[in-house]
């Protein structure tokens, strides 16, 4: 079992950044590859992105591309989101996920439904 708890979220304006965290219980959290999804009002959650237990293998939706680094510090079970030039379009509520194989990031990483556990959400909006 994990429990995920995000936070940094807020507003912001356009072009500005915001650095998401996302705290995880348990003495596990190195084995999980962790992702980040959000939910826009009205969408469907979406991808935005994944790195593996271990730190070696990231992955961008190509929204986010070069716009946003996912990083994760095993010592403190805490996964980031940095995001810059921050867009309207980015306003969502950002879900951070934990996935147990831990592996690469590819295939079901990429997708909600292939993580095992979810935090609550943390709301960004940018304005223009």
């Known amino acids: 079992q994990v429990n995920l708890v995000e936070s940094g979220g807020g507003l912001v304006q356009a072009g500005g950044s915001l650095r998401l965290s996302c705290a995880a219980s348990?003495?596990?959290?190195?084995?999980?590859?962790m992702g980040w999804f959000r939910q826009a009002p009205g969408k469907e959650r979406e991808f935005v992105a994944a790195?593996?237990?271990?730190?070696?293998?990231?992955r961008y939706a190509d929204s986010v591309k070069g716009r946003c680094t996912i990083s994760r510090d095993n010592a403190k079970n805490t996964v980031y989101l940095q995001m810059n030039s921050l867009k309207p379009e980015d306003t969502a509520v950002y879900y951070c996920?934990?996935?147990?194989?831990?592996?690469?990031?590819?295939?079901?990483?990429?997708?909600?439904?292939?993580?095992?556990?979810w935090g609550q959400g943390t709301q960004i909006t940018v304005s223009s």
């Open positions: 996920a934990a996935e147990s194989s831990g592996g690469p990031v590819y295939g079901s990483k990429l997708y909600d439904a292939g993580y095992d556990y």
């Open positions: 348990g003495r596990t959290f190195s084995t999980y590859a």
């Open positions: 790195i593996s237990r271990s730190g070696g293998s990231t």
